[in-house]
């Protein structure tokens, strides 16, 4: 089974694997990691015990980091470097961990990790007046 890693400044990760347990009850796979008030030594440590644990080293983690650049993102790059099997997408959003859940068994690590770039972008869109579904 594939991981994924919500890496993030403060408790966004949690409400996200929180709100995918709600829509589909499940979050097996998922990991929240906040960084609040951490150092870099003491991120990479707690991203690397997830990362190897011998069940999630299997078949591949993604790390869904909050924002590229931000010392979420350049751990886990880091920490790529040296992993095969550990893959990092910036930006976390809803209907790519939703995606995440649904797609992990079909696709090979990287395919997955492309489709959920492809949907965590989809699913931010601007609501047009003329698709609004409420009556005028």
Partial sequence: MKHAILITHGPIGVAIIDAVRGIIGADDGLHALSVT?????????????????PDVRQDGVIILASLKGGSCWNVAAAIAKDHDHVRVISGI??????????????LSLEELTEVLVKDGIRGVVKLEESQSPLPR
């Fill in 93 to 106: 959003n809803l209907p790519m961990t939703l995606s995440f859940m649904t797609k992990r068994n079909n």
């Fill in 37 to 53: 008030d951490m150092s870099l030594t003491e991120i990479t440590q707690r991203l690397l015990a997830i990362i190897n644990a």
